[in-house]
């Protein structure tokens, strides 16, 4: 582990003789920088380069050793330089002090040469050894985020492309999965502030929340075509087939998860969601007849999500509500389809829902599928006028 360039020692002594006698000794070997003072070996470590090693007289006029060294540990710029004593005084209490303060060695005087050079080179090794393993340490540290980043960066494109390959199927526009994962992430950190949500919706959840969001319709593609893209009504065995793509999500996801090596924290969220994000609050909902709390609450939020982007939103068989129009459904469905908190968080942020709807607008003359009159969302033609920028705020 030797270096192209040589190490820099720097020798703090205030007699002129013992830092001729150090020099000379050190300076074939290593770079040589010399103090006759405490406050002057403390400007000299401030500049460029910085010692490799500093061999520190104790016995000093007015800033002693130990001050200097005190001063050296206390800057995070200096504090990892090892320092040797160096004293004429021949103590075993003196050198405990000296070592137990933090020095890595400490040599009496009259120095011995061998036993100076053997010292030195002894430090220096342990620096260098040091010094590559803090680098290595922090190239590892970096390695591993980068791949950690770009382990979230394929999960999120996989989902994505699974949700479109859904969406795809039933017309939908990509738009939505960006508007759902907005209302998601909007409402459950608006439901932070809530005693009742505190404990649960951590940040670490939210973020595992909206990465999962664009899987909740993804057993769609489990249900025929013949059902999923039919113009008029469902009969009402073909509407039972339509209710089975909860289940089918949330038993693709389960495959998925037992495949995994290990556990895959989204997955669980994935699963709720696409599994119980059409049961009601009051119990009425599909596919297991949930009810209040039993009814998870990654999928209550994204029960209202949904039902809000699918009131607002063009399909082939209706225009979108006006904005104003769909946050009265959501509030006519407090303690009925929805947890009563979520409606009045949503209303309480109203504002910022109309944003994220007004951010991911489905471009001109696009034409979503019948997903929403497949999931029983009370849908009237109520008019198209949008929110505009002057929207209620949060």
């Not at 090693?53 to 504090?79: C, K, S, Y």
Request: a negative charge; one cysteine or more.
């Amino acid at each position: 582990m030797r270096t192209a360039t040589p190490q820099t020692i720097l020798i703090v002594d205030d007699s002129p003789e013992n830092l001729t006698v150090l020099g000379e000794l050190l300076q074939p070997l290593y770079e040589v920088r010399a103090a006759t003072s405490g406050p002057r070996a403390l400007q000299i470590v401030a500049t460029p380069p910085r010692p490799d090693l500093i061999l520190l007289d104790v016995m000093m006029p007015g800033m002693d050793g130990h001050q200097v060294f005190e001063r050296l540990r206390a800057d995070p710029a200096t504090g990892d330089i090892p320092v040797i004593f160096v004293t004429g005084m021949n103590s075993t209490e003196a050198e405990m002090q000296g070592l137990k303060a933090g020095a890595v060695d400490y040599i009496t005087k009259p120095i011995v040469p061998p036993i100076v050079l053997a010292r030195v080179h002894t430090q220096l090794e342990l620096k260098q050894a040091r010094d590559w393993l803090r680098d290595e340490n922090s190239y590892l540290e970096a390695e591993v985020a980068r791949r950690m980043a770009e382990n979230e960066l394929i999960q999120e494109v996989s989902i994505r492309a699974l949700a479109h390959l859904a969406e795809t199927r039933d017309r939908e526009t990509g738009n939505h999965i960006l508007r759902t994962q907005g209302y998601v992430q909007l409402l459950a950190i608006g439901l932070r502030t809530l005693p009742r949500f505190l404990h649960s919706l951590t940040e670490r959840y939210i973020e595992l929340l909206a990465r999962s969001a664009p899987l909740h319709d993804i057993g769609k593609v489990g249900i025929p075509d013949a059902i999923l893209q039919k113009p008029g009504p469902l009969t009402a065995d073909e509407w039972d087939i339509m209710k089975t793509h909860a289940a089918l999500g949330s038993d693709a996801i389960d495959l998925a998860e037992r495949d995994a090596v290990k556990h895959v924290d989204f997955l669980t969220l994935a699963k709720e969601i696409a599994r119980w994000h059409h049961e009601k609050w009051d119990g009425s909902g599909y596919p297991d007849g949930l009810a209040g709390d039993a009814i998870p609450v990654s999928a209550r939020i994204m029960a209202l999500a949904d039902v809000f982007d699918a009131l607002i939103t063009r399909r082939v068989y209706k225009p979108p509500m006006s904005y104003d129009d769909a946050r009265n459904v959501i509030a006519a469905g407090r303690g009925r389809h929805f947890d009563p908190d979520m409606v009045d968080t949503f209303l309480a942020h109203y504002g910022a829902f109309c944003g994220v709807a007004d951010r991911y607008r489905d471009p001109p003359h696009s034409h979503s599928g019948s997903s929403d009159r497949r999931s029983g969302v009370p849908i009237a033609p109520l008019g198209q006028e949008r929110c505009q920028p002057g929207c209620p705020g949060v």
